[in-house]
């Protein structure tokens, strides 16, 4: 009767630890465009996401004029022309960790998994699937990601005028310290 | 004539390297210099982005305002660390963004009531503000 009972214990106090949701309301993702001519990075501090352990249903969401740049203009650019953030405030994205089982979230490490889902810039929705790194520490995980979007699969409009300034590719980083929900 | 032709594109060539210079110059990492259009409660913004996110969005974003509130946390990020305005009975709050040149991570103490001047940016989970400074 008592090692039932131990083994009962055992097995839902694991289940619990499997069946944990994380969150992150600091999670950072960098937007970068590179071409000869310039050089432009926009940095956001205040993505939010959670992350479902068991399922591996994950959601990261963003505010565009949470992004900041180095030059004033860019900013103002990037706001206005190109994402439209007073049409468009947020970015997002929804999809789940396909391979999760693969994480042991008691086990310390670096897993490299896979996300697939839909992503949404500029009010316009496309697939996306993309290698995902969970780092576990403490029980706690952190995911880093790198990839890249054409900006033109998301109807937005690059004038003539700068076109050799940004490029058609922008490299989209990724890196989102959880916490227990 | 030729003097006064001299002096004009001197003056030409300056106010050309003004704008030049004026329209390539770095963003400021706080809005310290800008007006603060409207001061409000934490706890009042964010119910007015709960109720009716597109109304508040209307009056509230891309606004320079002044929040005060209750620091719940204070959290490191990538670049500087954000501030928790968020009440004892919330689950959410206001999250105010800082670049560490604006202000020290040491004059935030938690349960103290702070009022912090912002760009906002909108709502996800919690209502967001940007390049913040502390108001003393």
Not at chain 2, 100 to 110: G, S, V, Y
Request: aromatic residues 8%; negative net charge.
């Amino acid at each position: 009767m008592k090692t039932i009972v131990t083994s009962l214990v055992l097995v839902i106090l694991t289940l619990n630890i499997q069946a944990q949701k994380f969150i992150s309301k600091s999670g950072f993702i960098r937007f970068y465009s590179y071409t000869p001519i310039e050089e432009i990075e926009a940095n956001n501090n205040q993505a939010a996401s959670i992350l479902d352990a068991s399922t591996g249903d994950v959601q990261v969401s963003l505010l565009i004029r949470s992004f900041s740049f180095k030059k004033e203009l860019m900013q103002e650019h990037f706001n206005e022309n190109y994402m439209e953030s007073n049409v468009y405030p947020k970015s997002s994205f929804k999809g789940k960790i396909t391979d999760i089982s693969k994480v042991n979230f008691k086990k310390d490490g670096q897993y490299q998994v896979e996300v697939e889902g839909e992503i949404t810039i500029h009010g316009v929705t496309k697939p996306l699937k993309t290698p995902v790194t969970i780092e576990i520490s403490k029980g706690v995980p952190t995911a880093k990601a790198k990839f890249k979007v054409l900006t033109a699969d998301f109807n937005i409009a690059i004038p003539d005028l700068v076109k050799e300034k940004i490029a058609k590719e922008i490299e989209i980083t990724l890196d989102i310290p959880y916490q227990k929900v | 004539m030729k003097k006064i032709l001299i002096i004009a594109s001197i003056l030409v060539l300056i106010a050309v390297l003004v704008v030049f210079k004026v329209s390539f110059r770095d963003a400021d990492i706080s809005v310290k210099s800008e007006k603060t259009e409207l001061k409000i409660a934490a706890g009042d913004l964010l119910q007015e982005f709960s109720v009716d996110e597109t109304a508040a969005n209307e009056n509230y974003l891309n606004k320079v305002i002044e929040v005060t509130g209750r620091i719940s946390k204070v959290e490191d990020t990538e670049e500087g660390f954000n501030v928790y305005l968020q009440d004892p009975d919330q689950i959410s709050g206001v999250i105010c963004g800082f670049n560490p040149e604006a202000a020290n991570k040491k004059d935030f103490t938690i349960d103290e009531t702070v009022t912090i001047k912002g760009l906002c940016t909108g709502y996800l989970f919690d209502v967001i503000l940007v390049k913040c400074i502390l108001l003393k």
